[in-house]
């Protein structure tokens, strides 16, 4: 089976959908208009220069750069957790919360699959470790962003509860522990919906360019297992890192409610 080839028109009559909501959004007065418009065209410059970017990264298939590659992923996930946080730390803690636990996470998933199912692929071909690398980092900053937003939102409401229970002798993990498992099950809601609805509901985006692009079904169900797999793991482990710094970072040695170390978004 050939690709299909996307031409230039055929992208302008998929985008006939996101006009047809922007529309929508102008008559209804939804006020979503301008952001759908922006996040569409930020999302075209930047697949678009990612596609030229790694036609030279994968021809080079240079460990150097494929390093650099990874690394500025990184980075970019991490600013990206901490800008779309309502109430944010101070200090090295704003980039530090939310960027070590979704380094850890990514890597240590990635390098799992790279070493077992994805074995004869190496550790840094380009071709198979950024793709692979960035949706598994991809999934772990959405659910560390949503985890951590909810959390520090829900120490915010019910921070004289917290309080009160730090004040009768509970520790700080005790204290937080309903604040960090609502927190947790918010992070890990996507992924957890992605596996349910897998399949029945949901045909997979890996599994669907794998069968356009000629592979057996089965076997490209094989890999979006794998995936979904890597995805749910890397996660749960993103999730909970994140949850447990937040604690440790919201609160000090003496087991104390540290509010002043966060700000508002404006």
Known sequence: MTPVNLSVTDLLLAALSLIIASGLSIVLALNIHSSLAVSALRMVAQLLLVGLMLR????????????????????????????????????????GLGGLPITIATIFVTGLALTTALREAAW????????????????VMNGTSLALNAMLTSIQREKRAIEARLSLGADRFLALG???????RNGLIPVINQM??????????IMTGQVLAGMDPLDAAKYQILLMFLLAGAGTIGVIAA??????????ERHRLRLDRLIARE
């Open 243 to 252: 949850t447990q710094l937040c604690i440790a970072a919201i609160t000090d």
């Open 124 to 139: 840094l071909d380009p071709r198979h470790t950024i793709p692979l690398l960035g949706i598994i980092l991809g999934n």
């Open 56 to 95: 030279y990264v994968f021809a080079a298939s240079s460990p150097t750069v494929t390093l650099f590659i990874l690394a500025a992923m990184i980075v970019a996930a991490t600013y990206e957790v901490y800008s779309r946080q309502q109430f944010r730390f101070r200090g090295w803690r704003r980039f």
């Open 178 to 184: 309903e604040v960090r498992v609502s927190a947790t």
């Open 196 to 205: 349910a609805g897998a399949g029945i509901i949901i045909l997979p985006g």
